[in-house]
């Protein structure tokens, strides 16, 4: 049994249910930032809060001003100094490497000659062109060597030079066996030296050709670097005179002061540096161009003509060594096709065609830019026309069985074509020397525009930071 409650208080009542209509409670607010980030909040706060005064302002516009002089200085000091090395391999680096390539190409192939001639002369063999002989061997040994120590990790180079020193010995083995059963009257020896040509034709010379050309790529390689224009350093420049332009401007119309002085010797001195640093560039490359054009094409050019030189008159003499032993396909004395594509190379299909048929020598004619060098060129394009000449009469004793007249008109003492020949390759060093020192003097002339650059920009930009910095902060001085 159940009894009430006693006393006259009424129970409590349940809670009502919250209406349709009732207010939702208020979110709390989110914690306020603690650690790390609670500092960057508090610096961007102090920073925004800073850019409201003009004080504040001043201060953030010397900071970027003094930030982008700076910073036009370090891409300044970077790509002229940069520009500067690879002038420098041009002239003391990938120039002379590749003059030394065309060196070991020539010595080759004028020993080859050479022992083609000395074959021929048998007994009679000059003093003077045996020791021509071990003069071009002993010239492509040693600049071999040479290249070898600055391949600078060119594979093409390194795999070009091993094979030029592997086949080297085995080519003067064959030209003394040559002249070992010449000497005995033995006709094998006239087999022994077309190998050896053989040899030299098909493996030292073409290894030289790509070692010429890989040496050449880098030089070509090394000038584009020289050539090209500091775009990131003027663009800097532009953009850092700009921007102090634009606060003198600023300043002219808060105070009507034509002139800050801080800031007039920042834009002052960064003006010197942005014009130091274009016509110091474009005088650089000017020089560095004419080097090109009036150097460089002209020295290989000349390099090529000289190499057609001795090629056609190694092919001359071989076709008297030969006697007809080695035909073409059609039928014709192989070493006399080649004696003619040479001279073809040389000096264009005969007299009064150099021009018209593009040879070698006609080229560096046109590329001569002075009398001291079109002279020898034209010089060896009078004695090529005599050349053919008296070839077209060895080659008609030849034909006519007489092969001691042949021998006469090509290696005897009365107006042989060896005479023609020697004076075409004398004339031809006479203008490569002329056209190595048209391009020293314009490589080296463009070389020097660039110097002291990098060293008086450094100094120009300390000082225009430090006019930007204090001019704003004259300006600032009147706040306090």
Known sequence: MSYPPTGSAAPPAPAAAPGPDAAAPEPSAPPPPSGERAVWTEALRRLRAAMLTEPGRLRFIGAVLAALVVLFGAMTAWQVADRSAAADDVLGSSQPLSRDAADIYRSLADADTTAAGGFLAGDRESAASRRRYKEDISTAARLLVRASANSRGSQTARDRIERLNDGLPRYTGLVETARMYNRQGLPVGGAYLQYANNQMRTQLLPAARQL?????????????????????????????????????????????????????????????????????????????????????????????????????????????????????????????????????????????????????????????????????????????????????????????????????????????????????????????????????????????????????????????????????????????
């Open 212 to 480: 010429y050309d890989a040496e050449t790529a880098r030089l070509d390689a090394d000038y584009e670097d020289a050539r090209a224009w500091p775009w990131v350093a003027l663009a800097a420049g532009v953009l850092a005179t700009g921007a102090l332009g634009w606060a003198q401007r600023r300043n002219y119309r808060r105070t009507n002061r034509v002139f800050n002085q801080g800031l007039l010797i920042a834009t002052t001195a960064s003006v010197g540096v942005l014009l130091w640093m274009a016509g110091g560039h474009a005088i650089a490359r000017a020089g560095l161009d004419d080097s090109i054009e009036h150097g460089a094409k002209s020295l290989r050019v000349l390099n090529e003509a000289r190499i057609a030189t001795l090629q056609a008159r190694g092919d001359e003499n071989l076709t008297l060594v030969a006697r007809g032993g080695k035909v073409t396909a059609d039928q014709r004395d192989f070493y006399e096709v080649e004696y003619a594509a040479g001279m073809k190379t040389l000096a264009g299909d005969g007299e009064g065609a150099e021009d018209r048929a593009g040879g070698k020598l006609a080229e560096a004619l046109a590329l001569a830019d002075d009398a001291e060098g079109r002279e020898p060129v034209q010089e060896a394009l009078a004695n090529v026309r005599e050349w053919r000449a008296r070839h077209t009469e060895a080659r008609a004793e030849n034909d006519q069985g007489d092969y001691e007249g042949a021998l006469a008109k090509v290696i005897g003492k009365d107006r042989p074509t060896k005479e023609s020949f020697d004076k075409v390759d004398a004339a031809l060093k006479q203008a490569l020397k002329h056209e190595q020192t048209e391009f020293h003097d314009a490589a080296r002339g463009g070389r020097h525009a660039l110097d002291g650059l990098a060293v008086g920009a450094a100094v120009l930009v300390v000082l225009a930071a430090a006019g930007a910095v204090l001019g704003i902060g004259r300006r600032l001085s009147e706040y306090r």
